[in-house]
C-alpha cells in the first residue's frame, strides 16, 4: 500500500500566484487533515476533513482552500501565494474509529518568493 | 487553547544510554496522546498513542506513560542506539474533537555511536 501519497514534494511559487497541493490515500480513511509545519513549532492544523463533502476549518485556515470530493483526495489550494505561506505542508488520514493513529505523508516543501 | 511544550528541544546522547523525553500540556481534557517520529525531510509515523483512560503504552524499547492529571507524558527510549536519532513529536487531541492534534514543537534526538 502506498499510504498517504503528498505532490509536488518541492515547490517554489511567486507572490500571489496560486497551487494546489495534492494528497491521496489508499486506505479508504474518513478523516483526513493539512497541517504546516514551521521552524521550531509544531504542527498547525489548516483544514481537515471527516468524510466526502465535508470540511471544516483548523487553526490555521486563512489563504487556504480545500474540499473533498473522494473519499481518497483531499487537496489543497492556496488563492494567492504569500511569503508567510513558506513551509512544509503535511497531509494526513486516519481511520473513522477514534483512537486510531493518524498516518502522515512525506510533505510538500514550499516557498513563496 | 491548549499548549504542548517539548522540553530538551534538542538531545545528545552515547549509544547504549537509557533516555526519557518529555512533554506537557496545559488542558487535561484530552482524548488521547501520540508520539511520534519524524527523520528528516520526511513525514511523521506514528509510534505509540495512550487514549486518555490508559496510563502507559509500550512498543519494543519504547515505554510511553501519561499522566492527565498533571499533563504529562514521558517517552521512556531504553538502549539508545544511532538508528534512533531523529525528532520526537508529542500530540494531544481534545475531547471534543477526537482527531484534531495539537503538537509539540519536539525534541531533537542524536544517539552518538
Known amino acids: 500500500n502506498a499510504g498517504v501519497t503528498q505532490t509536488p514534494k518541492f515547490q517554489v511559487l511567486k507572490t500571489g500566484q496560486s497551487m494546489t497541493l495534492q494528497c491521496a490515500q489508499d486506505m479508504n480513511h474518513e478523516y483526513m487533515s493539512w497541517y504546516r509545519q514551521d521552524p521550531g513549532m509544531g504542527l498547525r492544523l489548516i483544514h481537515y476533513s471527516v468524510g466526502a463533502g465535508i470540511t471544516d476549518q483548523g487553526e490555521v485556515p486563512n489563504g487556504y482552500n480545500v474540499s473533498r470530493s473522494t473519499t481518497e483526495d483531499f487537496p489543497l489550494r492556496l488563492l494567492s501565494a504569500a511569503p508567510s505561506q513558506t513551509s512544509v505542508y503535511f497531509c494526513?488520514?486516519?481511520?473513522?474509529?477514534?483512537?486510531?493513529?493518524?498516518?502522515f505523508g512525506d510533505g510538500t516543501r514550499l516557498s513563496i518568493l | 487553547k491548549q499548549e504542548v511544550t517539548q522540553i530538551p528541544a534538542a538531545l545528545s546522547v552515547p549509544e547504549g544510554e537509557n533516555l526519557v523525553l518529555n512533554c506537557s500540556f496545559t488542558d487535561s481534557a484530552i482524548y488521547n496522546l501520540q508520539w511520534f517520529r519524524q527523520d528528516p525531510g520526511k513525514g511523521l509515523t506514528s509510534l505509540l498513542l495512550i487514549q486518555s483512560s490508559q496510563r502507559e503504552q509500550t512498543s519494543g524499547r519504547l515505554n510511553a506513560s501519561l499522566d492527565k492529571s498533571s499533563g504529562r507524558s514521558t517517552l521512556y527510549i531504553a538502549a539508545s542506539q544511532p538508528g534512533d536519532s531523529a525528532t520526537y513529536l508529542c500530540a494531544v487531541s481534545a475531547s471534543g474533537s477526537a482527531r484534531q492534534l495539537t503538537f509539540g514543537s519536539g525534541t531533537q534526538l542524536t544517539v552518538l555511536p
Open positions: 494526513a488520514s486516519s481511520s473513522g474509529q477514534f483512537n486510531q493513529p493518524q498516518h
